[in-house]
């Protein structure tokens, strides 16, 4: 089975900031993927950027990276110009990969951490 | 095209009764997830269908939840003698088998407050 561990309950940056979201898992398995969600409190779920764990390259999306280092199973999410829009809670999920690439699992997410950007 | 929608948006019932949960995934995908996300919690699998099949219900909690996909897209979860540990909000998310990194698509989600 696999764990997901967000460290930081709450975090509180300033507008136009950067700021780091921790994550860390435990797993077993060599291939997989990582996520990080966004979840508004309209608690429509959105997807912020994913990453393929036989990848060596960091992914990134526009404002959003991540620094995966797959040795210490670590998964941290850097938000730079930090906006109003992005406070949210954001979840760090995992899910194993299927070889034969005709199924799916479920998504094992961590516990959260609520991002306050203050203006 | 429309997401994934739920509904009922918010739903109270009483200790023991029965509820029906609904979602409607985005046309076409073929696999279908159930979540359930306990307040400041992050969500938890319930159980997933790849079409009409159920290949996971390891996530349920117990023998009063139920879910069914009958004809592949719809699908219904339902809570038999509903307990206030049940309280939760239900989120549905649907997905393509290995399409764009396996993203999944959530649904609004369904507020379940147990009196």
């Known amino acids: 089975a696999q764990t997901v561990t967000q460290s930081q309950p709450e975090m509180s940056v300033q507008e136009a900031e950067t700021v780091t979201l921790s994550c860390t898992y435990d797993?077993?398995?060599?291939?997989?993927?990582l996520f990080w969600y966004k979840q508004p409190p309209s608690r429509q779920m959105i997807l912020v950027i994913r990453?393929?764990?036989?990848?060596?390259q960091n992914a990134t999306e526009n404002r959003f990276s991540v620094n995966f280092q797959k040795a210490a199973k670590s998964f941290s999410l850097k938000i730079s110009d930090s906006q109003l829009g992005d406070t949210a809670m954001y979840f760090c999920?995992?899910?194993?990969?299927?070889?034969?690439?005709?199924?799916?699992?479920?998504?094992?997410f961590g516990k959260g951490t609520h991002l306050i950007i203050q203006p | 095209g429309a997401g994934v929608s739920q509904s009922p948006r918010y739903k109270v019932a009483k200790r023991g009764q029965d509820v029906a949960l609904r979602c409607d995934p985005i046309?076409?995908?073929?696999?279908l997830f159930w979540y359930q996300q306990a307040l400041g919690q992050g969500p938890e699998f319930l159980t997933y269908?790849?079409?009409?099949?159920?290949?996971?219900k390891s996530g349920l909690p117990s023998d009063r939840f139920f879910a069914e996909r009958p004809e592949g897209s719809v699908s219904t979860l339902k809570i038999q003698r509903t307990q206030q540990e049940d309280s939760a909000v239900y989120l549905c998310?649907?997905?393509?088998?290995?399409?764009?990194?396996?993203?999944?698509?959530f649904g609004p989600g369904t507020r379940l407050t147990v009196t």
């Open positions: 990453q393929e764990a036989y990848k060596q």
């Open positions: 269908f790849q079409n009409e099949a159920q290949l996971d």
């Open positions: 046309s076409g995908h073929v696999s």
């Open positions: 999920a995992f899910m194993k990969h299927w070889a034969s690439g005709g199924g799916a699992d479920g998504l094992t």
């Open positions: 797993t077993s398995e060599s291939n997989y993927y």
């Open positions: 998310a649907s997905s393509i088998p290995g399409g764009l990194g396996y993203e999944q698509y």
